[in-house]
């Protein structure tokens, strides 16, 4: 096979890691965008949406896709409660400082993990995808003949992954339309731009903290719904999330919500290009680098506002 058509299953693969990490990061930037807390158990947040959806999915009969719905459903929905319960139980406590709300969602971070270790266990657990059609795909080429089209052995997708790329494109769309029309993505972005003058203007604005920490950690455990039949569920998965929402975060900008989307596509694409012709830690250490760059060069992020 040519380097064209592996080209073409690296750049696949890339979208639907780009999809999820989209997602997730969307999450964690709405959570700093509005509430100023840098939420380091969010990946943790992502990783009990893939074990819950498991769990969901192991007790649902009849077909996968009976099983897969109802944790795409409820696994983001016990997700967020269990996230605004650990704001008002937590970050509410120390008055969301930022000092302070790192030391307490690092806690979070190894209170989620352990309990969910002991709940559990260690085992990778497998959800079965709702469907997951072998899809073959053409080539293009101009050849002895002229153009043609070509179908290589091997070149191939899946209906499933093809899913969860449109998936993610639809929920990002449906949080781009709340924010922007409806009344509670109006509250957010008062507050977002200025917490006293939002309360003297009658916004309860500890309950749009709780709202959007829980709907920050259900957006990650949407994006680990969608994963988890690739990806087997664990409760050691959320390492990477974390560490490549905190980068997509950073290189779009914190609190841009198109910037994260675009720094998703950019890490995600890459990733899933490099590592296939080279290695997976080859592009972590590359997107760490460029997270560097940027620090130095934009500290703002690609689509981020200076501070006045």
């Keep these: 096979m040519d380097f064209g058509p592996y080209l073409l299953l690296a750049s696949l693969e890339g979208a639907v890691m780009a999809a999820v990490l989209a997602l997730t990061a969307v999450g964690l930037s709405i959570v700093f965008g509005v509430m100023r ?9 992502f990783m009990l949406g893939a074990v819950f959806a498991w769990w969901v999915a192991s007790w649902a009969v009849g077909h996968p ?44 971070l190894y209170i989620i993990q352990q309990v969910t ?20 795909l053409p080539w293009f080429e101009f050849g002895e003949n002229g153009f043609e089209i070509i179908w290589p052995w091997g070149l191939g997708t899946t209906s499933y992954k093809l899913f969860v790329i449109a998936a993610a494109i639809a929920i990002l769309l449906a949080v781009w339309a709340l924010m922007s029309r409806t009344k509670l993505g109006l509250y957010m972005r008062a507050t977002q731009l200025d917490r ?33 039949p690739i990806q087997q569920a664990h409760y050691l998965m959320g390492g990477d999330p974390l560490l490549l929402s905190f980068i997509v975060v950073i290189i779009g900008g914190l609190g841009s919500l198109s910037g994260t989307v675009v720094a998703a596509v950019l890490i995600g694409m890459s990733d899933g290009v490099i590592s296939m012709f080279f290695s997976p830690t080859l592009a972590k250490i590359l997107s760490t680098l460029l997270v560097a760059f940027i620090l130095i060069f934009r500290p703002q992020g690609l689509f981020g506002k200076r501070a006045a």
């Design 37 to 45: 807390v840098v939420n380091v158990a969010h990946g943790e947040f």
């Design 65 to 108: 896709a009976i099983g897969f719905v109802l944790a795409l459903v409820l696994a983001p929905i016990l997700v967020g409660l269990i996230a605004s319960a650990a704001d008002m139980i937590v970050l509410k406590r120390v008055e969301y400082d930022p000092e302070r709300t790192i030391v307490a969602t690092i806690g979070l």
């Design 117 to 136: 270790l002991m709940t559990f266990g260690p085992e990778a657990r497998p959800v079965q995808p709702p469907f997951n059609q072998r899809l073959a």
């Design 196 to 228: 006293q003058m939002a309360q003297a203007f009658g916004i309860n604005v500890e309950r749009v903290y709780v709202s959007v920490f829980g709907f920050g950690a259900g957006l990650a455990a949407l994006g680990a719904v969608l994963i988890v």
